[in-house]
């Protein structure tokens, strides 16, 4: 049977799963993120938290079993929580992200506006389907793969783009764009 009336004791409970859950899945998405993009010193930093989140929010879920809204709210609460690790993960931007760019068309402004942009770019001719083509490589800040997709679509917007996470990197010229995000000048990558 469904009780009619929620108590305040109750809503502060079912209020602080589903924001407990929002947390800690977030700070799971966090963790997954930095694990691929070579942060290994930061990765268990990240876990700790969220287990210890998922301890309470599971905590109080339990000791609430006779409601079942209690369920409803820790799946709406993970529901959330990937939705919001998505945006802070989209906001955070960290890392590098290789970017290819493949036309049938001969290039020649695209590449000399991306290096006026400040951004490294290797051409290399290549045999397609149909034809000849040139494929551009640039390997660019997260936040900077906006910025480059504009200039492609101006100059190539029939081009191929293709883009790939780069895990790490070693020498080569990545363009001084004023450092990399705050989130990354805070915690750096240890090898």
């Given amino acids: 049977m469904l009780p009619t009336i ?17 947390i800690d899945v977030s700070l799971g998405t966090m963790r997954i993120i930095l ?14 938290l969220e287990v210890f989140i998922w301890l309470g929010a599971i905590g109080t879920t339990i000791s609430n079993l006779h409601s079942i809204f209690s369920y409803f709210i820790y799946a709406g609460g993970f529901a959330a ?30 590449p000399m506006v991306m290096r006026e942009e400040g951004y ?11 034809g000849d083509v040139y494929i551009l490589y640039a390997v660019v800040r997260r936040s900077e793969v906006k910025k480059i997709l504009g200039i492609v679509e101006t100059f190539e917007p029939s081009a191929f783009i293709t883009v790939e996470d780069v895990r790490s990197h070693i020498a ?13 000048r805070m915690f750096a990558k240890r090898k």
Wanted: proline share 4%.
């Fill in 172 to 184: 080569g010229f990545i363009g001084d764009k004023g450092g990399p995000p705050f989130f990354g």
């Fill in 81 to 110: 929580g990937n939705y919001v690790g998505m945006l802070i993960e989209e906001r955070v931007s960290i890392g590098y992200q290789l970017i290819r760019i493949i036309t049938t068309k001969e290039v020649t402004a695209l």
């Fill in 120 to 130: 490294g770019v290797t051409v290399v001719d290549g045999k397609g389907m149909r």
């Fill in 35 to 48: 694990i691929a993009r070579g942060y290994r010193s930061l990765a268990p930093i990240f876990g700790f």
């Fill in 6 to 22: 929620i108590t305040s004791s109750e809503l502060f409970s079912m209020l602080f799963i589903f924001f407990a859950r929002i």
